[in-house]
């Protein structure tokens, strides 16, 4: 196959990322997850797509809701579990989700099969965002010289 | 299966639309092509995501860009010919293309196989935007009363 360009792309060629902003102990909480953000690949700054593969036991974020981004995730390969405060939903390939900018319904996938599960995950970038997390003692804090995370007591994390 | 609840979607209980905004005869040329509107299922707002089925000879639309709008697109199934100002190249199944709001360069996808493609569009929602096609004789207008098709110099269609 001849070399793609853009506004072509073939996402194999796409640098993975792996890791995650969160502070510990929930960074490490995230498992087996790799992006390759295809969107940014392509110049794309008002919304976000990213390719996520996950590995058994891995997870796609803390369960959390936003305050100003829709976000939208297609099954491509392999299956994953939806939890949301709606309860728990198998998403196999061909499958989707979509949450709503302000609606607090915690949400997050997790890969609890024994093999590969990859997904797109699409979400609109906006200053102003914030996100919570009903599970977990974390929220986001701003000091004025930038965001970081903290408990819900206040104290700062790491 | 059971039948899913949102945030969870199945894209196959999604109803089907057919036909285009664009005056005739642009309209019929088009062909083919059957949309399923993932987001606003979802209820989002921000951006949109469709899954888009193109039988042969199909097209997504006019070669176009936007002003304001970014668009991505990820192939899911078959085969599509992705024409730009960079020429024509074919995307597979696992390919994806991006276009940023404000690139001068026209795009469209087109399905010159006997097979039905099927894949994901996406793209943020913002009032304002415009699109304009290099190789086609439309433009929009508005005169207060809201946007129609024209002619380039002017005339109104239909």
């Avoid at 993975?16 to 102990?25: D, I």
């Avoid at 100003?68 to 299956?79: N, S």
């Avoid at 709606?86 to 915690?106: F, I, N, S, V």
Wanted: with cysteine; net charge negative; charged share 25%.
């Amino acid at each position: 196959m001849a070399e793609l360009k853009l506004p072509a792309l073939d996402p194999g060629t796409v640098s993975e990322v792996r890791g995650s902003g969160y502070p510990e102990p929930f960074k490490t909480r995230m498992g087996d997850r790799v992006k390759r953000r295809l969107g940014d690949a392509c110049g794309l700054t008002r919304f976000g797509v990213n390719l996520v593969t996950l590995g058994p036991g891995g997870r796609s974020a803390l369960r959390h809701w936003h305050t100003l981004e829709d976000e939208f995730i297609y099954v491509l390969e392999g299956e994953v579990m939806l939890v949301t405060d709606a309860g728990e939903q198998t998403l196999a390939a061909g499958l989707c989700a979509g949450y709503p900018a302000g609606k607090r319904d915690g949400h997050h996938l997790v890969n609890r099969t024994g093999a590969v599960a990859v997904y797109l995950e699409i979400g609109n970038r906006i200053d102003g965002d914030n996100a919570f997390y009903p599970d977990d003692d974390l929220m986001w804090a701003d000091d004025g010289a930038g965001a970081y995370g903290a408990h819900k007591d206040g104290r700062r994390y790491g």
